[in-house]
């Protein structure tokens, strides 16, 4: 049976996509919360203070509601799109400085994935991928390469075991908001050893980033790896039914 091979990247020569320091910019996307309680706040104080300022207490209280329901509804569904942008140009940055990268960034045919490990699907603040990058689902070689900002993947079909899709919600939140929907992607490595890996879509796209579309994201993953597979089973999706994958040029 074929075996697939997993490399650890040793690439100092820029900072990871998905550098500690990279992901904290994003805690700014927050600050709409905080201005939405300090409104209310405020404008309350102002309203039971003085009866002259009871029309400005009353728009700051009526501001600050309006904010924080904006908040919310971007946080629940569009507060992923900025971090997966930067996310990929920045990987992008580093895999144009590697001259063995084994899928391009023109790739037309690359998706923009990442990957999830079961020990991250208790997180319910920030990130939550261990790595992300391009994968290129290769047909004609019957092979799938990633280039990934920490791994690289040379996985030929032959040593796919198995591929599935698995859901999991973050611990005290609600599943009609924060369901993810993975690809449960099994190959056989070295020694034999098998390794399983939780691929995702990311939210590349400014459309509401909902359960749903999270596990149309990951059955188009899985219908291409499918093809790959077992092309005689199983049709290969046409590149309009991989939108969520293929990243903006």
């Not at 309350?44 to 600050?64: I, K, N, Q, R, S």
Request: hydrophobic fraction near 45%; proline fraction near 8%.
């Amino acid at each position: 049976m074929a075996r697939a091979v997993i490399v650890e990247l040793e690439d100092t020569a820029t900072e990871r996509a998905l550098a500690p320091g990279r992901i904290r910019r994003f805690y700014l996307l927050m600050l709409p919360a905080a201005f939405s309680i300090l409104f209310c706040g405020f404008g309350g104080w102002l309203t039971y203070t003085d009866d002259e300022w009871l029309l400005p207490g009353v728009g700051l209280v009526a501001a600050g509601v309006l904010l924080g329901i904006a908040y919310i509804v971007f946080e629940t569904w569009f507060i992923g799109v900025l971090p997966a942008r930067c996310y990929l140009r920045w990987l992008r940055e580093r895999i144009d400085r590697r001259a063995d990268a084994v899928v391009a960034t023109d790739n037309p045919d690359a998706f923009f994935v990442q990957h999830i490990p079961e020990s991250k699907w208790a997180v319910t603040m920030g990130e939550n991928a261990a790595d992300l990058g391009l994968l290129h689902v290769d047909y004609a070689k019957r092979t799938i390469w990633y280039e990934g900002d920490v791994e690289r993947w040379v996985v030929p079909a032959d040593s796919i075991v198995s591929f599935r899709l698995e859901s999991f919600t973050p611990p005290n939140g609600a599943e009609m908001f924060l369901r993810h929907t993975v690809v449960m992607l099994e190959v056989m490595a070295d020694e034999d050893e098998t390794l399983v890996t939780p691929l995702a879509a990311h939210p590349l796209h400014w459309r509401a980033w909902t359960p749903a579309r999270r596990k149309r994201g990951a059955k188009q993953l899985l219908a291409a790896i499918r093809h790959l597979v077992d092309p005689k089973k199983w049709p290969r999706p046409h590149p309009e039914d991989l939108d969520q994958l293929l990243p903006p040029p």
